[in-house]
C-alpha cells in the first residue's frame, strides 16, 4: 500500500497539480493585495473617500465607529465592503485565468494547423501521408497531383 501511494504521489499529474495550487495560492495573495492596495483606493477616492473594506451595517442597533469596534464588541455585522472587494478579487481572477485559458487554446490551435499541414489522408486507404506524396507508401496507390 505504501509503494502504491508513492508511484501515486510521484506521478506527473499530481505534481502538476500540487504546484498549480501552490502557484494558484500565491496568486490568490497577490490579487488580494492588488485588489486592497491598489484598485480600491483610487476606486474609493473617486466615490468620496470610502474605505470598501470598512463599510458595513450593524443588525446589533449599538453605533460603532468602524467594523473593527463593532467585532471587538462581538456585534452582529453584514460586511458588505468585504464582500466587494472580494467580488473584485473574484472578477480579476478569473479575468486572468479566461486570458491564461484563451493563450494556451490559441498555441493549441496552432499547433494543431501546423501538424494537419503536414500531412494528407490517402484517398484510397485512408492512410495519413506527406502532402508531397505522389503514390502512398501504405497501399501504393498513385495519387492526383495538386
Known amino acids: 500500500m505504501l509503494r502504491e501511494f508513492k508511484e501515486f504521489a510521484v506521478k506527473g499529474n ?7 495550487i501552490i ?7 497577490i490579487v488580494t493585495s492588488f485588489v486592497e492596495d491598489v484598485i480600491m483606493p483610487p476606486i474609493g477616492l473617486l ?5 470598501f473594506s470598512g463599510l458595513f ?11 473593527a469596534a463593532a467585532k471587538a464588541a462581538g ?9 466587494l472587494n472580494n ?34 489522408p490517402c484517398p484510397y486507404c485512408a492512410t495519413d501521408i506527406p502532402l508531397a506524396a505522389v503514390r502512398c507508401p501504405h497501399c501504393t496507390s498513385q495519387l492526383e497531383q495538386g
Open 57 to 67: 451595517i450593524n443588525l446589533s442597533g449599538t453605533d460603532y465607529p468602524s467594523l
Open 14 to 20: 499530481v505534481l502538476d497539480m500540487a504546484v498549480g
Open 47 to 51: 466615490l468620496g473617500k470610502v474605505d
Open 75 to 83: 456585534a452582529a455585522t453584514i460586511n458588505y465592503g468585504l464582500f
Open 23 to 29: 502557484i494558484g495560492a500565491a496568486f490568490g495573495k
Open 87 to 120: 467580488v473584485i478579487s473574484f472578477v480579476i481572477v478569473a479575468f486572468a485565468v479566461f486570458l491564461l485559458v484563451k493563450g494556451v487554446n490559441r498555441l493549441r490551435r496552432q499547433e494543431e494547423t501546423a501538424e494537419e499541414a503536414t500531412e494528407k
